[in-house]
């Protein structure tokens, strides 16, 4: 069964993702634009560097070729972000990118974009679920993918250089040149090493890159900018006196921040940074939106700039849809995703790391610098969570638990009150919160919580760990 969770199609190589699987996922999409009247347009397909994304983003040209699209081929191993962006460049109705992001080693998968570069919202995603239901591979078209190249039909092309030109425009080169800032960028073995060398250098910075070779099994660790994958980062940091770390996950649509003192930046703390830049210093106005696990500290900075904080379920398309709604200049999640107005209505880690690297110039002050003047002035919050792998069996019966019975335990604090729109949100009197979900992308549970204290956030999620027998 194929299912699109909250990040796209993602299954283990060689089980669910096979090349039989990859060709009904193009067949279905094929027959979702032939019903939406989009016969004989352009679709942009890109890949990362994982595991057979090149044969994938093939034999899904083929059968976007068979069926008569014409085909867009990102030629090289290409960001997700670049992907999206050459989508909203060139104006085709949908994008693929043959991507597991942040998972581990043995995934791989698909992502969906529609027009504008953005997310393939749930609506959109569940049609194409209904169409390849009703397919079998017999069913399936296809096109010899050099035969569909000879004949034009499908067209390689590498739009690097647009895209790199594209941020350059925006962020403020000529005070980041002045500034002669030292950055060590850890790509993860993904596919972010050449578009932040490109940008860092041309604004004068001195770069240095660790883990940049292509490697499929990402150096064995999980292709997620977390503070325990990014140790030799922070170590690197501070041992060459850099003036900060940038880490990218598998395909660049996350970042990773370490600061000059060798310090993991939480994503919740880089949002934080980058909203408040924007309001304080560049002088933006507007709403922000995060999702339902993200720190509330956005909604203190929003409200101190008389502006809203606009909370959404889990996924990016939920995100990019309410900032198209709202006119948001920020939106965000905790796992390290998050889209800046005026790009792409989508993740974009390189962006967002050019964008802290003018706030270190434009700022003077160091990320430890300008996050204390955060707290002093909206005080402080400490968040906390944890993933537990679930089997299909356990999954069930907390979700009869959690969701049907909707059994809660007690917290030990008034409660203000419950929300169960996206897993089960418990929103405490004081302020703080404890959430509830399973990945809609991984086969686990994760548990989050933001208290007043490390202490508050971190017994929330005991006492509901352990009503949960976990």
């Known amino acids: ?8 199609w993602r299954a283990v190589i060689a089980d669910g993702f096979t090349k039989e699987n990859i060709r009904l996922v193009a067949q279905g999409l094929c027959r979702l634009m032939e019903q939406e009247g989009h016969i004989g347009k352009e679709i942009v397909i890109g890949y990362d560097r994982r595991f057979l994304s090149k044969e994938s983003a093939h034999w899904t040209a083929e059968v976007l070729a068979g069926n008569g699209f014409p085909v867009f081929m990102v030629g090289r191993s290409s960001p997700t972000p670049l992907i999206m962006y050459t989508v909203k460049r060139r ?7 043959i991507t597991a992001s942040h998972n581990p080693a043995i995934y791989n998968g698909i992502k969906v974009f529609t027009e504008g570069g953005r997310d393939a919202e749930k609506n959109v995603t569940q049609k194409i679920e209904e169409q390849i239901a009703q397919i079998t591979a017999a069913d399936v078209k296809s096109m010899d993918y050099d035969q569909a190249v000879a004949l034009g039909i499908v067209r390689e092309n590498y739009p690097f250089n647009d895209y790199i030109d594209s941020i350059l425009k925006i ?51 999980m292709p997620a900018p977390s503070a325990e994958a990014l140790r030799l980062l922070s170590n690197y940091v501070v041992e060459n006196r850099c003036d900060l770390g940038i880490a990218t996950d598998g395909d660049a649509d996350r970042l990773g921040v370490i600061d000059e003192f060798g310090n993991y930046l939480h994503a919740n703390t880089i949002l934080v940074l980058l909203y408040y830049y924007f309001l304080q210093y560049r002088g933006w106005l507007g709403p922000c939106v995060r999702n339902n696990s993200t720190t509330h500290l956005m909604d203190r900075v929003a409200m101190d700039f008389d502006q809203e904080c606009h909370e959404v379920p889990v996924g990016f398309k939920y995100i ?5 709604e709202t006119g948001a200049i920020i939106g965000g999640e905790s796992s390290g995703g998050l889209a800046v107005k005026g790009h792409i209505q989508g993740k974009d880690g390189i962006y967002a790391a050019a964008l802290l690297v003018e706030m270190r110039a434009v700022t003077g002050k160091t990320i430890s610098q300008l996050y204390r003047e955060i707290v002093e002035r909206y005080g402080e919050l400490h968040y906390d969570e944890i993933a537990i792998t679930m089997t299909d069996s356990k999954k069930k019966t907390l979700q009869e638990r959690v969701f049907i019975q909707k059994r809660l335990p007690d917290f030990r604090e008034p409660v203000e009150r419950v929300d169960y729109s996206d897993g089960c949100k418990v929103y405490f009197a004081d302020g703080s919160w404890v959430i509830c979900r399973f990945s809609g992308t991984e086969p686990v549970l994760r548990l989050a919580a933001e208290g007043n204290t490390a202490s508050q956030a971190k017994q929330y999620i005991r006492i509901w760990q352990d009503d949960l027998g976990l």
């Open 1 to 8: 069964m194929i299912r699109f969770g909250t990040g796209g």
């Open 91 to 97: 104006g085709t109705p949908y994008g693929m990118a």
């Open 171 to 221: 962020i403020d080169v000529e005070k980041i040149k002045k500034t002669s800032l030292r950055v060590a960028i850890d790509p993860m073995y993904g596919v972010s090493q050449s578009s932040l060398r490109t940008i860092l250098l041309t604004c004068r910075c001195d770069v240095d890159v660790i883990h940049e070779q292509h490697d499929t099994l990402f150096g064995g660790r």
């Open 320 to 324: 990019s849809a309410k900032m198209a």
